[in-house]
T-cell receptor
Framework: ELKVEQNPLFLSMQEGKNYTIYCNYS?????LYWYRQDPGKSLESLFV?????AVKQEGRLMASLDTKARLSTLHITAAVHDLSATYFC???????????????FGKGTLLTVNP | ETGVTQTPRHLVMGMTNKKSLKCEQH?????MYWYKQSAKKPLELMFV???????ENNSVPSRFSPECPNSSHLFLHLHTLQPEDSALYLC??????????????FGPGTRLTVT
């Protein structure tokens, strides 16, 4: 069974600081997705990482994928309050290991950026 | 309408009621999903449909009954629910199937309260 672990689960940081959220997964995959969820809202797609070494950047967020280490990171640069949300990573293991065309989500990281 | 839509957005029902949630996707996708998101639990996959065929039932109680009449529409029929079923129910779609599940696009969700 594919397991996806995010850490930290809770992150409180000050505006202007940098931090990284980690996403580890337990089986071979080179497809990983990051989503953002605001309170009471749906999930919004942030990044799609489709190969080893993939790096994507959007504003103050940068995501990377290391398939050999089975690790993805979401790096936050110079955080601002608007980035406060819950961030999920999700892994696609394809049709192997019983994954049956579905994404397996991490538990999410609740990010709070304080002034 | 674009993307994935869900109706109703909010629903309050008694334990003896029968109601249905509706999801419609306008993306030409072939796979659709129901997720449950509770306040204190991670995102839980409930059902997966590929080309109208159910390919995943993640041990969901029979008081939840999905229906997928075509690739664009997905319903979740509810009956005899329990208070612990109160949650945000999210619908998603993706291009799949194929080798991969692909990126999922989420609807706005239905906030369900069972009294």
């Amino acid at each position: 069974e594919l397991k996806v672990e995010q850490n930290p689960l809770f992150l409180s940081m000050q505006e202007g600081k940098n931090y990284t959220i980690y996403c580890n997964y337990s089986t071979t995959s080179d497809r990983l997705y990051w989503y953002r969820q605001d309170p009471g809202k749906s999930l919004e797609s942030l990044f799609v990482l489709l190969s080893n070494g993939a790096v994507k950047q959007e504003g103050r967020l940068m995501a990377s994928l290391d398939t050999k280490a089975r690790l993805s990171t979401l790096h936050i640069t110079a955080a601002v309050h608007d980035l406060s949300a819950t961030y999920f990573c999700a892994v696609d293991a394809g049709n192997s290991g019983g994954s049956n065309y579905k994404l397996t989500f991490g538990k999410g990281t609740l990010l709070t950026v304080n002034p | 309408e674009t993307g994935v839509t869900q109706t109703p957005r909010h629903l309050v029902m008694g334990m003896t009621n029968k109601k249905s949630l509706k999801c419609e996707q306008h993306l030409g996708h072939n796979a659709m999903y129901w997720y449950k998101q509770s306040a204190k639990k991670p995102l839980e996959l409930m059902f997966v449909y590929n080309f109208k065929e159910q390919t995943e039932n993640n041990s969901v109680p029979s008081r939840f009954s999905p229906e997928c009449p075509n690739s664009s529409h997905l319903f979740l029929h509810l009956h005899t629910l329990q208070p612990e079923d109160s949650a945000l129910y999210l619908c998603a779609s993706s291009p799949g199937p194929g080798l991969w599940a692909y990126e999922q696009y989420f609807g706005p969700g239905t906030r369900l309260t069972v009294t």
